[in-house]
């Protein structure tokens, strides 16, 4: 049962994060709730001021300026499925956003949310990690950005100070010779693994590939052996089969009730070669 609580209602970053800092431990930040709301109802935690930054104007704005894609913290998923604009820069990112969960928090669920409650199963962090996406935090009057692979510190843990409010995630689209994919396996809403993969090409060989996994260990992390493999091999199959298995083989991963280590570790190398060759083929569409 929901304990009571009091709502704030500001209408600027500087307001929200002078209500976090004078209110301390006491005060959470309120975006679509379908993660707060649970744990409080649930007893699991308790916060008698909750800052509701859906009153500050523009949070939700998804915008393009010919470099960058910026997301607005409280642009819900479903939001960022439906957007003309994602859907033309970052199809991907309106794949994976149109695989989350299901419709009723698809509907009000936020990409904010997601990232900041840090929960280890979730898709959206994995494909931020491998993007390099950068994940802009507020308080009043400063901004400081932070690349996706050093956001999540730990179950439930990010580098957020309690004042700050993400703001803003920032994306740039893919350049020609450039592909990414997600391969997410799920048994239950949330998924039990997934790996992205962002790779670049050039005349047959691999430049770069980027690969994150996701949902088998507190945070979502960069499959760094992997990447050095697979930096100057040629484009075959082979090359993008080795990788995967690095994958598997050097990831760290945790038994939980979605599966033992053995069985993810299984999992990530079959999602990884499948990611792995589905980036490589849209970075040959993109080059064509
Ligand atoms: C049944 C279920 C299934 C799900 N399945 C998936 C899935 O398949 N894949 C997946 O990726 N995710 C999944 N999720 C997670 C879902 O994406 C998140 O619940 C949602 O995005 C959280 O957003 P919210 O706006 O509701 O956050 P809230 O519940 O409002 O907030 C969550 C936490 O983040 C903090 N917070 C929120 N916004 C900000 C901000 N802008 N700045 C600072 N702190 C902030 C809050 O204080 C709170 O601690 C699932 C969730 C549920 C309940």
New binding site residues.
Partial sequence: MLRPFEIHEPTSIAEASRLLADHGEDA????????????MKEGLAH?RH??D?KTIPG?ETIAYDGAVLRLG??A??RAIERSAVVGRHAPLLAS?AS????P???N????????????P??????LCVAWDAVIV?ARDGEERSVPADRFFTGV?ETV?EPD????RVELRPFGPGTGGAYQ?F?M????TAGVAAVVATRGGVIQHGRIAIGSVGPMPVRASEAEAMLAGAPLRDEALREAAKAVGRHAEVMDDLYGSAAYKRHVLTVLAARALREAVACAREEDA
């Fill in positions: 959470a930040v309120y975006a679509g709730g379908t993660e707060l709301i649970l744990v916060f909750l800052v930054i949070l913290a409280l819900t998923h994976v695989q989350v969960a299901n009723r928090v698809r009000v669920g936020t990409l904010g949310g997601n990232l900041c409650f840090a929960e199963h979730s898709d959206l962090g994995t935090l439930l957020r700050e409010v993400l703001v997410r799920a239950h809403e949330r998924p």
